[in-house]
């Protein structure tokens, strides 16, 4: 009996090692880029993992976003051969927990994940029948950490100018203003609602006020709330200090994972923007909108 519980345990401990024998996970890819894991090259794919022994090869214009195996994040733009040991050697030493969120973007973004929710087409009714559809997610996960949202809307079918219009939780008005663009972006550190916990959003077209949007909820979370993300966050705020698009995809799944989707559309919009050539994060922030019933 001895025997076979030790057989047991090895098998177990075998498999758990196998299973963590890599070195980097490929988060984001553009390019013709290339692996040699034997003795020859094929297409580098997004979600691939790498071993120590593998060698990558970029081409020009090309870009990549790895994560170690101990959770650091890297950004890889120059083309050449890159040799995945040295690349480990210069993440360097210590731990993060990175690869929980990691492992978190590529399992929602996963083929089975896509198919899962393309079968799911049609069972969710939000009971929309506005003109302006707002790219904000449904009341009960309106909460908000920081302090900046987005809320974007398809400017092609509804024409601005366009008025929004914020009001408090009794209704009375807080703002309105104009704009021409299909985008704002709110300061919720801004005076006018600094004292606020609670702001509900209404878009409509100037020219025609029939034509409006849902009104969304737009709430900031409890302290305690506020404590207990700010203790997740600090494990790995050293990791994702750096203004790069990899680390605001990784930020992105940090806060979708904790249901902060506000959050979490700040973040795409941020890598967008820090690498709007590199389709892997609008295809990310896509999947996002989608599994989410926003888009």
Request: charged share 25%.
């Amino acid at each position: 009996m001895k025997t076979t519980n030790f057989t047991f345990l090895l098998v177990l401990l075998t498999s758990v090692a196998f299973s963590q024998d890599y070195a980097f996970k490929v988060l984001a890819n553009k390019g013709n880029n290339e692996v040699k894991a034997g003795a020859s090259w094929a297409p580098l794919k997004t979600g691939a993992t790498l071993r120590s022994g593998d060698e990558l090869k970029l081409s020009e214009n090309a870009y990549l976003g790895l994560v170690h195996v101990k959770g650091k994040p890297l950004e890889l733009k120059l083309a050449g051969v890159y040799k995945v040991a040295e690349l480990a050697a210069q993440v360097g030493s210590g731990t993060s927990v990175l690869n929980k969120y990691t492992d978190f973007i590529l399992s929602s973004n996963s083929a089975e994940a896509k198919k899962n929710r393309l079968s799911a087409t049609g069972a969710v009714d939000r009971g929309e029948n506005y003109a302006i559809k707002l790219i904000l997610p449904e009341n009960q996960s309106s909460g908000i950490y920081n302090n900046i949202a987005i809320i974007n809307w398809d400017g092609s079918k509804v024409a601005g100018p366009y008025t929004v219009t914020l009001r408090n939780m009794f209704d009375d008005e807080l703002t309105k203003f104009e704009t021409a663009e299909s985008t704002v972006r709110l300061d919720l550190a801004d005076p006018k609602y600094v004292k606020e916990n609670a702001i509900l959003i209404e878009v409509k077209s100037k020219a025609d006020p029939k034509l409006i949007s849902k009104q969304h909820l737009i709430k900031k979370i409890s302290p305690a709330e506020q404590a207990g993300v700010k203790k997740s966050l600090t494990e790995i705020s050293a990791d994702v200090s750096e203004a790069t698009a990899l680390n605001k995809l990784l930020l992105a799944g940090f806060y979708e994972e904790k249901n902060l989707l506000i959050d979490a559309i700040v973040a795409y919009e941020e890598a967008i923007k820090l690498a709007p050539d590199v389709p892997s994060f609008k295809e990310a922030y896509d999947e996002f909108l989608l599994r989410h019933g926003m888009k």
